[in-house]
C-alpha cells in the first residue's frame, strides 16, 4: 500500500464502460451542491484544456500504433496537468472534486491490461502525482455485459474501447485486487444491479464520508 497522503474531498470513480459512472457522478454532484459544498466535476485522461488534447492523442484510432510505454507516460503528462490546474486548485479553496478516473485506472489499464511493471506506476503516482483519493467508488461489471450496454452507442469506438475483451478482464482483475488491498479508500459497487439502486448506494457511500470531511 502506498504511503501517499488521501485527501478526503477528491472522490474518484472507477470502473468498465457501460458500468453508469456518468449517472453516478450527476447524482454525487447534486446531492453535495445541494448541502452548499462546491463541487468540481472532472475526468481522466482530460480535465484541462491542455490535458484535453493529450486525451485526443492517446484516443485516436487512427494514430499510429502506441506503445504502453507511451500510453502510460501520455496518461501521466495529461493527470499532472490535471492535478496542478484542476485538483489541487479546487480543494486548496476547500471544494470538493469528483473525478470520472485517476490513477487507480493507470495500474488497472496500463499495468494489469498492458502488463506494464506496477513499481514504475507507483513511481510515477509518488512523483508526478503525489496524492490519492480519500473516496474511490468502484462501479464493477462484467466485460461482456458492460460492452452489451453500450454497443451501438457510438459508431466509431476510440482507440482503447476497441481493445479486445481479454484486456478489458485483465484490467478489471487488476483494479479489484487494488480494491482487496485499501478497503477503507474503495467501496465496490455491483454495477449489473439496476442503475437507481447503484446511485442509491454511491451516495450513501459518500454521505458516509462527507459527515467527517471539511
Known sequence: MS???SHP???SLE???GAGKTTVLAALRAGLEATGREVVVTREPGGTPFAERIRELLLDPGAEPVS???ELLLMFASRAQHVRATVQPALDRGAWVLTDRFTDSSFAYQGAGRGLDQGLIALLEERVVGLRPGLT???DLDVAQGRARIEGRDP???RIERERDAFFERARAGVLA???AEPERFRVLDASRPLQEVVAAAVAALRDRTEGAR
Request: charged share 30%; aromatic share 0%; net charge neutral.
Open 9 to 11: 474531498r477528491l472522490v
Open 137 to 139: 467508488l468502484l462501479l
Open 3 to 5: 504511503g501517499l497522503p
Open 15 to 17: 470502473g468498465g464502460e
Open 178 to 180: 487494488r480494491a482487496a
Open 68 to 70: 504502453a510505454e507511451t
Open 156 to 158: 466509431r469506438p476510440d
